[in-house]
């Protein structure tokens, strides 16, 4: 079993800057793909970047050039920092590690006009 457990939300105004961690425990192994997705209300949930154990990264389209995805495989954590925030960005954002399949609750993220 894993357990997943995001930090880092909040609310802030547009061209702010957040940084989302999050980190697992249980077991799962240190070079496990781990992901972050968003949804916001009433849209369905995004990939928003993805990180391999190698450190090989992607990302949405929407956000490439403003987020960045790191990990530290010794801690079993991933890092999504976001810069230039826009209001489009607000959304619940989940970390998301492969395997075996297994979610976090989810962090809150509003920036405002």
């Known amino acids: 079993q894993v357990q997943l457990v995001e930090s880092g939300g909040g609310s802030v105004q547009a061209g702010g800057s957040l940084r989302l961690s999050c980190t697992a425990s249980?077991?799962?192994?240190?070079?496990?793909?781990m992901r972050w997705y968003r949804q916001a209300p009433g849209k369905q949930r995004e990939l928003v970047a993805s990180?391999?154990?190698?450190?090989?990264?992607n990302y949405a389209y929407s956000v490439k050039g403003r987020f960045t995805i790191s990990r530290d495989n010794d801690k079993n954590t991933v890092y999504l920092q976001m810069n230039s925030l826009k209001p489009e960005d607000t959304a619940v954002y989940y970390c998301?590690?492969?395997?075996?399949?297994?979610w976090g609750q989810g962090t809150q993220v509003t920036v405002s006009s």
């Open positions: 998301n590690l492969w395997r075996p399949d297994s």
């Open positions: 249980g077991s799962v192994l240190s070079r496990a793909l």
């Open positions: 990180i391999t154990g190698g450190g090989y990264t």
